[in-house]
């Protein structure tokens, strides 16, 4: 898609998705700078590219305003994300006042467009499914809590005049995917699977290159102005059939052996116990084992209509383009 060349702003550019959003911008002949606190597994290749990378915080509101200054369109992608032990605080001032510096600077720069990436989360489990934006607003967690406060900041320069659109993403999977989807893989290629719970739970997966085009139809679509979307792949799936996938892709026929899902969770509340004083993340906690029994599926209709949204990328397709990234990386065999 060639579009009119803009100076863009990406929060969290150099991260998983902002690095892939972020060669979409450049290869469209997008002028790119990105903020990001850390250099991500992608920062010499966005650096040869062309991308002007600072390290630094959104919660440094100078820094955010300088970085404006000049900007045409802002991805706001950078939020704390679920580390156990991550003091309260650091999440509210990353997720929501850090979301408040970026739309204030903005807003002073005359930012022509704002997309703030939020979460599915933010409706926590579904009861039920597929859920669409004007189901029940219910965050399983203080993360999720705060992603979702950062919209109502969102809001209050909508209400001033700001272009803004909220996405609000499923799953993110694809290659470079740091965490749960290479677990799912580490697990699977053992030709078994440990499913604690029956595994009917719904998980809806996103590509992150379909996540990716809905970024730049927000940016491009005038019917997005003022508006909040689900964004997810074509399909959702329960966990057994997502695990069976996998092995399709690995090549395997994944034994799935059924636990009770009880212990596990105890197990992961007593470790979360042990390493608090630690002040470091457990290896098991109460989030990543809720996985297993938080119900995940939505309804894209309204993306689909609206800014002409289809995702391209399957499952097959994305998972076994992941999968080849993972053995380029030596992360699975």
Known sequence: MMLEQRTILISGGTGFTGSFLAKRMLASGHRVRLLDNKEGAFLGELAALGAEITLGSVT???????????????F???????QVNLPRPVY???NVEGTRNLLKAAETAGVSKFVYCSTCGVHGNIKQPPANEASPIEPADYYQYTKYEGEQVAKEFMARGLDITILRPAAIYGPGDPER???LFRYAQNSRFLMFGNGETTYHPLYVENLVDAFELAMTKQAAKGQTYLIADENYYTLNNLVKMIGVVLDLDVN????PFRPLWLAAYGCELIYKPLKSDPPLFRRRVDWFRQARAFDIS????????QPKVDLLTGLTETARWYREQSLIV
């Open 76 to 82: 706001h992608l950078a939020a704390a994300f679920r």
């Open 181 to 183: 989807w290479l677990m």
């Open 302 to 309: 309204k993306a689909k209509q609206e800014l002409g949204y």
């Open 92 to 94: 509210w001032n990353v």
């Open 256 to 259: 799935i052996i059924h636990l």
């Open 60 to 74: 440094d509101q100078d820094l955010v305003q300088q970085l404006t200054d000049g900007t045409d369109v802002v």
